[in-house]
């Protein structure tokens, strides 16, 4: 799996878009890239994915860049309840078997009231 | 239902001790990980079951023994620990396949003196 860059923290206010970005440069042409979030004393939850297009549902929407190089994930409308660390993961999708998740340090996401 | 059910919750053991780790889902996922999270660390990936047969262990020692009796549940036996192996643990389930978004329970959160 590639390689992501994410800052290590970030701040926000709160109504505002919060944009994350993540750099993985390395990307092969069969690597998606997911976002997760774990919210203090919480398990990792799903955001969203993709590969190369922009994807949009109900609580985020991913901007990949046309290189793929690099992408952004953007809550439109920050709450206190978003505060978390944000994990970008880039990985292929399973064939016919299952592969567990490789974490890196992601971006600690702190809403300001 | 998108529930991945861990018990307990806390769990407390001294070094000699056997105690397990049980993880449930309801979503006919039949893929299932535990993972490992030490204090101010990203997850860290330990098994991966797919269709009740261990597919993964990511070199995880011998006093951890993970067991899947049904597409439902999930068990990891605790023997021996050391008090280094204090961590929230996570369980996470998926469908196996293209599809491959992680569920994530709560976890456990293990202490062992």
């Known amino acids: 799996d590639a390689k992501t860059t994410q800052p290590p923290s970030m701040d926000c206010a709160e109504g505002r878009a919060a944009n994350l970005p993540c750099n993985h440069s390395?990307?092969?042409?069969?690597?998606?890239v997911y976002w997760y979030r774990q919210i203090h004393s919480q398990g990792p939850q799903y955001i969203i994915h993709?590969?190369?297009n922009n994807e949009t549902n109900e609580m985020a929407s991913l901007i990949i860049t046309e290189d793929r190089k690099s992408s952004t994930l953007i809550l439109p409308h920050a709450t206190l309840r978003d505060t978390a660390v944000y994990y970008c993961?880039?990985?292929?999708?399973?064939?016919?078997?299952?592969?567990?998740?490789?974490f890196g340090k992601g971006t600690h996401l702190i809403i300001q009231p | 239902d998108t529930e991945v059910t861990q018990t307990p919750k806390h769990l407390v053991m001294g070094m000699t001790n056997k105690k397990s780790l049980k993880c449930e889902q309801h979503?006919?996922?039949?893929?299932m990980y535990w993972y490992k999270q030490k204090a101010k660390k990203p997850p860290e990936l330990m098994f991966v079951?797919?269709?009740?047969?261990?597919?993964i262990n990511e070199s995880v020692p011998s006093r951890f023994s993970p067991e899947c009796p049904n597409s439902s549940l999930l068990n990891l036996h605790l023997h021996a620990l050391q008090p280094e192996d204090s961590a929230l643990y996570l369980c996470?389930?998926?469908?196996?396949?293209?599809?491959?978004?992680?569920?994530f329970g709560a976890g456990t959160r293990l202490s062992v003196l």
């Open positions: 996470a389930s998926s469908q196996v396949g293209l599809k491959n978004i992680q569920y």
């Open positions: 390395t990307i092969s042409g069969n690597e998606y």
């Open positions: 993709g590969l190369k």
């Open positions: 993961i880039v990985r292929a999708r399973s064939g016919g078997g299952a592969d567990g998740l490789t």
């Open positions: 979503m006919g996922h039949r893929a």
């Open positions: 079951y797919s269709y009740e047969k261990l597919s």
